[in-house]
């Protein structure tokens, strides 16, 4: 069984930074793109940041320049840096991996963290 466990938001002040934490676990045959999505209250979930199996990242034009993405293809993680936060950056936070598991290692499908409550406040 494969799994995706976050770790890492909370609550900051704007400004301040936040490093959100991804980990796939279980039978995984490979994992391919992993992303950061995020859904604010009353909004549709929306991209923050992808990255893809040989490593090129994409950002939400909203996020570039004080996000960035870490993968680690060791360890089957990826990180989310968080830096200049803003209040709308508020939202929970959800990792996204496409995964081949060792059950189907020919078929890849998507799976989804439980999601981090990101709060920027003063």
């Known amino acids: 069984q494969v799994q995706l466990v976050e770790s890492g938001g909370g609550l900051v002040e704007p400004g301040g930074s936040l490093r959100l934490s991804c980990a796939a676990s279980?039978?995984?045959?490979?994992?391919?793109?992993m992303g950061w999505y995020r859904q604010a209250p009353g909004r549709q979930r929306e991209l923050v940041a992808e990255?893809?199996?040989?490593?090129?990242?994409n950002y939400a034009e909203s996020v570039k320049g004080r996000f960035t993405m870490f993968r680690d293809d060791a360890k089957n993680t990826v990180s989310l840096q968080m830096n200049g936060l803003k209040p709308e950056d508020t939202g929970v936070y959800y990792c996204?991996?496409?995964?081949?598991?060792?059950?189907?290692?020919?078929?890849?499908?998507?799976?989804w963290g439980q999601g981090t409550q990101v709060t920027v406040s003063s």
């Open positions: 996204k991996a496409e995964i081949r598991p060792r059950s189907m290692p020919f078929n890849a499908r998507d799976y």
């Open positions: 990255v893809t199996s040989g490593g090129t990242t």
């Open positions: 279980g039978r995984i045959f490979r994992v391919n793109d």
